[in-house]
């Protein structure tokens, strides 16, 4: 277990202070994903059924929150014709495309733990199962990451919502994507204030592989 939160805190730490120092989205993204795999650590370090469940449900969260953020940098990716668009890319993409811009700035304020998000929701009953098992210095940690994140994903979301537009052209997005990104816009909203069916469900499936011979 000291090797688990070990690894947490180092996940949470690296990967939050390297995304901050990022221009390229693709890296800040990846760099959050190590951060983001700290918090699922912290609830699988708490060894208990709410603790497992709490981790699937924000594993789940995550897939979410991190598919609506790459979903629009690639749709971004596409209309500068570069596999890595910078933060510069991103100028003016609410001018652009109302609704992706929109989708983003879901997406970062989910993976940032912004109420009333899937994002928030899932650090909470993480760190609420962690709490209960005693491992107070991680959730304090795991909060002051959170905190320093916002300042990566804000300086994406400055860059769509007050920058101009290099290209006032709109952007285009296929269909299909925009209905990607409507039915991901509905689950990071809908999954934060109404959780209790997939924790119930994770809850239930743990306790069925527990109590197996």
Same mark, same amino acid.
């Given at each position: 277990?000291?090797?688990?939160? +070990?690894?947490? =805190? ?5 990967? %939050? ?17 190590? &951060?983001?795999?700290?918090? *699922? ?13 709490? #981790?699937?449900?924000?594993?789940? &969260?995550? *897939? ?7 979903? /629009? +940098?690639?749709? $971004? &990716? ?28 879901? #997406? ?5 733990? *912004?109420?009333?998000?899937?994002? =928030? ?7 609420? &199962?962690?709490? %209960? ?9 795991? $909060?002051?990451?959170? $905190? ?6 804000? !300086?994406? $979301? ?8 290099? %290209? ?17 816009? =509905? ?6 204030? =109404?959780? %209790?069916? /997939?924790? !119930? ?8 592989? !527990?109590?197996?011979?």
């Amino acid at each position: 277990m000291v090797t688990l939160g +070990t690894l947490a =805190f180092i996940s949470m730490t690296l990967g %939050n202070c390297v995304a901050l120092v990022q221009h390229d989205v693709k890296r800040l993204l990846a760099y959050s994903t190590i &951060a983001q795999a700290g918090y *699922i650590l912290v609830g699988l370090l708490s060894a208990s059924a709410d603790g497992y469940s709490s #981790s699937f449900f924000y594993s789940l &969260a995550y *897939i979410l929150m991190n598919s609506g953020a790459f979903l /629009v +940098t690639c749709v $971004v &990716a596409r209309s500068v014709d570069r596999d890595n668009p910078g933060l510069s890319d991103f100028d003016g993409l609410a001018d652009r495309s109302p609704f992706m811009a929109l989708v983003l700035l879901l #997406s970062l304020l989910s993976l940032a733990g *912004i109420p009333p998000l899937v994002g =928030f929701t899932g650090k909470w009953i993480l760190f609420s &199962a962690a709490m %209960n098992r005693g491992h107070w210095f991680l959730v304090l940690w795991g $909060v002051l990451n959170s $905190v320093v994140s916002l300042f990566y994903y804000l !300086t994406l $979301v400055k860059h769509a919502y007050l920058e101009k537009p290099k %290209n006032p052209a709109p952007l285009f997005v296929p269909l299909s994507l925009k209905f990607l990104g409507l039915a991901l816009f =509905f689950a990071l909203v809908l999954l934060g204030i =109404f959780p %209790n069916a /997939v924790i !119930t469900f994770a809850q239930q499936s743990i306790l069925a592989a !527990t109590l197996k011979p």
